[in-house]
């Protein structure tokens, strides 16, 4: 199966980092968010990538045709003008990049990429900025199960701000990050078959608006709920709380070894 990941956007909440990078490969522990999430989908056998680059996509690029270089060691021979790369980390992938414009919103993103799923049973689709703990492998059954054209990762956030713990006018404690209202959000984290393509106009086209609110009409959207970790990478503070989760070693969404 293959997986298409949006990474065009502009990212300008976070534009502290994106104005060097495309927010996509903003690094957590040391890596872009783009690889966590690339791992998150191999450690369910899903290793066959279509990359939707927009702005700063030669990085993107760069990254991965240099990817040799960044997860092995090397020796350069001045002297001769050679390398030589050791300790070879490679994964399973295989990484198609395509540039699919500055300005196009992510129904468009998803328009522009439909040739290289378009022979597909189901492919995955997701953000690219943005990890979870999320059993792919059973989102997968449960598409196929239904057989509806559309299922998206229905999960609930956690509030934004930490809560006062009171017993009457006293204050006993806080809660970091308690909750939120109980509703059920859009997760990212798709499953699709190649015609939700149809419902998409054009470039102009969100995904998240004419084309998923007419397969909702059309009843061939499933909700695959997902109670255990989720978290996007809007923020700075996003960033950080990201970064000290794999820093503690505890980082719920690493489910590979």
Same mark, same amino acid.
């Given at each position: 199966?293959?997986?298409?990941?949006?990474?065009?956007? =502009?990212?300008? *909440?976070?534009? /502290? /980092?994106?104005?060097? !990078?495309?927010?996509?490969?903003?690094?957590?522990?040391?890596?872009?968010?783009?690889?966590?999430?690339?791992?998150?989908?191999? $450690?369910?056998?899903?290793?066959?990538?279509?990359?939707?680059?927009?702005? !700063?996509?030669? %990085?993107? !690029?760069?990254?991965? $045709?240099?990817?040799?270089?960044?997860?092995?060691? %090397?020796?350069?021979?001045?002297?001769?003008? &050679?390398?030589?790369?050791?300790?070879?980390?490679?994964?399973?992938? *295989?990484?198609? =990049?395509?540039?699919?414009?500055?300005?196009?919103?992510?129904?468009?993103?998803?328009?522009? %990429?439909?040739?290289?799923? &378009?022979?597909?049973?189901?492919?995955?689709?997701?953000?690219?900025?943005? %990890?979870?703990?999320?059993?792919?492998?059973?989102?997968?059954?449960?598409?196929?199960?239904?057989?509806?054209?559309?299922?998206?990762? $229905?999960?609930?956030?956690?509030?934004?701000?930490? $809560?006062?713990?009171? /017993?009457?006018?006293?204050?006993?404690?806080?809660?970091?990050?308690?909750?939120?209202?109980?509703?059920?959000?859009?997760?990212?984290?798709?499953?699709?078959?190649?015609?939700?393509?149809?419902?998409?106009?054009?470039?102009?086209?969100?995904?998240?608006? !004419?084309? =998923?609110?007419?397969?909702?009409?059309?009843?061939?959207?499933?909700?695959? /709920?997902?109670?255990?970790?989720?978290?996007?990478?809007?923020?700075?503070?996003?960033?950080?709380?990201?970064?000290? =989760?794999?820093?503690?070693?505890?980082?719920?969404?690493?489910?590979?070894?």
């Amino acid at each position: 199966m293959k997986a298409v990941i949006l990474a065009g956007g =502009l990212g300008t *909440r976070i534009s /502290e /980092e994106t104005h060097l !990078k495309p927010k996509p490969m903003i690094e957590i522990g040391g890596r872009p968010i783009l690889w966590h999430i690339m791992k998150i989908y191999s $450690a369910h056998g899903v290793n066959d990538f279509i990359i939707c680059c927009g702005y !700063k996509g030669y %990085v993107i !690029k760069e990254y991965f $045709a240099n990817y040799f270089l960044h997860m092995s060691d %090397v020796t350069f021979d001045m002297a001769s003008n &050679q390398m030589e790369v050791r300790h070879k980390k490679a994964e399973p992938w *295989r990484v198609t =990049l395509v540039d699919t414009g500055e300005e196009t919103l992510t129904g468009g993103r998803l328009k522009r %990429v439909a040739s290289y799923v &378009q022979d597909e049973n189901a492919f995955c689709f997701t953000y690219g900025d943005g %990890v979870a703990d999320v059993d792919v492998t059973a989102q997968i059954k449960f598409h196929h199960r239904h057989g509806k054209l559309a299922t998206v990762t $229905a999960v609930q956030p956690p509030g934004r701000y930490g $809560a006062l713990l009171r /017993e009457g006018d006293a204050v006993c404690g806080f809660q970091e990050k308690p909750p939120g209202d109980g509703a059920w959000i859009n997760g990212g984290f798709f499953v699709l078959h190649p015609k939700v393509i149809d419902f998409i106009d054009g470039d102009s086209s969100s995904w998240e608006g !004419k084309p =998923l609110e007419t397969l909702a009409a059309k009843g061939e959207l499933q909700a695959f /709920e997902h109670e255990g970790f989720w978290q996007p990478m809007d923020t700075l503070r996003d960033k950080t709380h990201l970064e000290q =989760l794999w820093s503690s070693g505890k980082a719920p969404w690493k489910s590979w070894e």
